[in-house]
C-alpha cells in the first residue's frame, strides 16, 4: 500500500513538491496532456458520413444558398471546431443532394409500396424567389409500422401555361414513377378552376370518379368565405383594380378608401409605416396617450400590422391591432392634416397629406370592431383545420363539424347585422334538418341591393363616397357582405355531399360515431339512411374483399 499508493497506517502520506511537475511533464512527452486527449477522442470519434449528412439535412431543411458554404467564415469556423471536418465547394454540395436523392429514391419507393394504406397526394404551384414555376406534390399514407405518415414525393418546374392539363401531365408522371397507379386515395388541392380539370384529366387516365377522390382544401374555402365578407363578390375586380397602382399611389389610395373603414384602415397603415419619421411620431403619441393607461402585460409601443392586401388573415390581423391602437390612429390623422392647415395658413408651400380622406370617424371604428367579431370564428376554425401529422388539429372528422357551426355563426351576425326596420327575433342556431338546403333569411332579397344617400343603388362601398356612409348603410353593407360570405360558405358546405369521406370520419371517429348526426339531422332519418346506404356500398366496394393486417409494429 505504501509503496503503490502511498497510504500508510497513520493515512495518505505527502508527496514531494516536484510530484505535480513530474505527471505533467510525463503527460506532455507521453501524449497525455489533456486538452491533447480531448482534440485526440473528437478526431477519433468524427464520422465524416454522418457530418456530411447533417450538413445536408443544415442546407436542405434551411434553404441554404449553395454558395454559402464556400464563405471564408463558416470554414474557418467549421475546422476549429474539428480539423478534419472539410466543407465541399458549392459544386460538391450540388452533387451530394442530387446522389443523396437517388439513394433515398429506392426507400421512399419501397414505403409507398408497403403502405398498408392507399396513397393519398396532395399538390399546390408555387413560384420561387428566382420566379421559377413549381409543383410541390406531398404524399400521404400509413406506412408499414401503422404510422400516418407525410413526405414532399417531388417538387418538379412547372412549365408552360398553369392550366389543369399541363399540372395534370407533371402529377402523372410523378404517380408512374413511383408506382402509384393502383394505389392512388385521394387529391387535395385547392379550389382554383384549373385544379378541377387538373383531377378530372387525372380521372380519366387512371379510371376513378373525379368527384369522390377530390378534396378541396378547408383552409382555402374559409379565405374565399372571409373574402366575401371582406370585400363583397367582386374581390378578383378589387385586385385588378390594384394592378399595376403601386407607382400610383393617389390612385392605389382611392381604390382602396372606396372600400370602405378597411379601406381607408389599410392606406393609413402603409402612409404610417412607409417612412420611419412617421413611424416615429405614432410611437411618440403612443408613448402619450396609451402606455399610460396600458393593461398589465402591454408592452410600451407597438408597431402596425400591414395587411397583405386581400389576404384576409393579415387584414384581420391588422384591424385588431388598430382597435387598441386606435386613439393614437386617430391622433395621428388629425395631427397629419393639422399641420397642413397651419402651413396653408402661413402661406407655405405644404402638400394636402395623402391620408386627409381616410380620417376614421366613430362608425367606422364600430364598423372595424364587427368586422373582427365577425371574422374571429373564421380564423379559429382556420387553424382547427390545419395542423401537422399526430396533432389535434387538421384532421378530416373536423371538416363538417366546422362548416355547420360558421354557418350558424354567420346566420347569426347576419340577423345581427340587419338594418333596424328590417330585424326581426334571433333565429336559433340552425338545425341540421336544414342541411344542404338552408336558403338565406326570406329577407335577405330586400338587402342585396343597399341604396345610398345620394339616391345611387350598389351592393358594394366601392361606388359610395365614404363620407355620404352612415351607420344605417354600415348595417346594410354587412347584411349583405356577410350574406355573401353565407352563400360562399353553403356552396362548398353542399360539395361535402360529393365525398363520402367527410360523413365516414365522423363516423369512425370513437366520440362522435352515428351519435352526431342523429343528433345534427333530427327530423331528417331519410338522411341517415341514406348515407349509411352510401358507407356501406363504399366499404364492400373498396375494403371488403382486403384481409385485414395488424402493422409491424404499434403506431406509437
Known sequence: MKAEHRISADGEMPRSPGHHKKRKLDRYFGGYDTATAIENTALAGFNLLEFRALLLQ??????????????????????????????????????????????????????LASAITKVSLSFDLWTSGSSVALLGVVTHFIDAKGKPTSMLLSLPRQQGKHTGASIADNVAGIIAEYGLEHSLGFFITDNASNN???ISA??????????????????????????????GNNVDALELDLLGTQDEEWRHMDIWRRKGPCGKLHNIVKYIKRSPQRIEQFEDIQRRLISPTRPAGKAEVYKLVEDNDTRWNSMDDCIERALYLHSAIDEFVEKEIDNWHVARRRKQRAQRPLIADDRLTIDDWVVLKAYHEILQPIKKSTNILQGQIGGRFGAIWQVLPQFEILLTHLEEQRQRHLPIQ????????????????????????????????DGTTTSDWQDIECETLGYIDAEQHFSTNINAGWQKLNEYYKRLDDNVVYVAAVVLHPRMKWRYFKTKWTGREDWLSTWKVELDKYWRHNYEHKVASSPATSAG
Open 202 to 231: 387525372l380521372a380519366d387516365e387512371f379510371r376513378f370518379s373525379a368527384k369522390a377522390k377530390w378534396i378541396r382544401c378547408s383552409g382555402h374555402v374559409l379565405n374565399l368565405v372571409a373574402q366575401s365578407i371582406l370585400f
Open 58 to 111: 443544415w442546407v436542405i431543411a434551411d434553404n441554404i444558398a449553395f454558395n454559402k458554404i464556400e464563405s471564408p467564415h463558416l470554414r474557418r469556423l467549421i475546422t476549429y471546431a474539428n480539423s478534419r471536418a472539410q466543407l465541399p465547394s458549392h459544386t460538391s454540395i450540388s452533387r451530394w443532394i442530387t446522389k443523396a436523392y437517388d439513394q433515398q429514391l429506392g426507400v421512399v419507393t419501397e414505403a
Open 422 to 453: 328590417g330585424r326581426q327575433a334571433a333565429p336559433q342556431p340552425s338545425q341540421p334538418s336544414q342541411r344542404h338546403d338552408r336558403p338565406p333569411n326570406d329577407d335577405t332579397s330586400q338587402h342585396q341591393i343597399t341604396r345610398g344617400k
Open 196 to 198: 378541377a380539370t387538373c
